[in-house]
């Protein structure tokens, strides 16, 4: 639990960081990312990716949300209350990670890359598929303990393709995407120790698998 606590504290710390660094100007890295994007989001490619963007990055995470709120509720109805009390705490930890840009981005105040609206830092769209995926290894570290790999690699994998998005789209900087990885994990991994989801056991319950 300590080992959990101090790695959560310290992505927190890191994400705190970043967004003091980069709140004023842009880093050297920012800017050259985000110049071989230039103008990109023009056109079929923009059109394209601004689809593929909003599919991966909030049309999915709310329907693991729901997914998971669904599960909790017939989880409880066919008598599997303990399944049911850890999809919940899920479902908490989805939604404490998911305040990360809500509650940062009027704190830092960045601009964005191009005229665009809200504020820059982190990324919303990176950080909700973020939450997500935080969301479904937990609940596959207690359920399914077997597709906990599996489903780190995934969704490690589609939080990259929802950032490689937001960059091509020119709304973010580098930096936005890597911040909103940091501020989730850190607060979602605090808010999992919190909920006793973290070390969790290893094994499932036989009913869950």
Known sequence: MIRWLATGLGLLALFVALGLA??????????????????LWRGTVGSVTTVVSNLVGLVLPAAVALGIL??????????????????????????LARLTSWVAKPIFLRQRPRAYS?????????????????????LCRWLAPALTRRAALVSALLTVVVALTRLILGVHWLSDTVGA?????????????????LPGPVSTPSAAA
Do not use: C, M
């Not at 990324?123 to 909700?128: L, M, P, R």
């Not at 994990?185 to 808010?191: M, N, T």
């Open 22 to 39: 980069v709140a004023k100007q842009p880093l050297a890295v920012d800017l050259a990312v985000t110049g071989v994007f230039q103008g």
């Open 70 to 95: 669904v599960g909790a509720i017939l989880a409880w109805y066919r008598n599997l209350r303990a399944e049911a009390w850890i999809a919940v705490r899920v479902l908490l930890v989805f939604g």
């Open 118 to 138: 809200e504020f820059s830092y982190p990324s919303g769209h990176v950080v909700a598929i973020a939450s997500a995926g935080l969301a479904v290894v937990l």
């Open 181 to 197: 990885v940091l501020g989730v994990l850190g607060i979602g991994l605090l808010g999992a120790v919190v909920l006793r989801l």
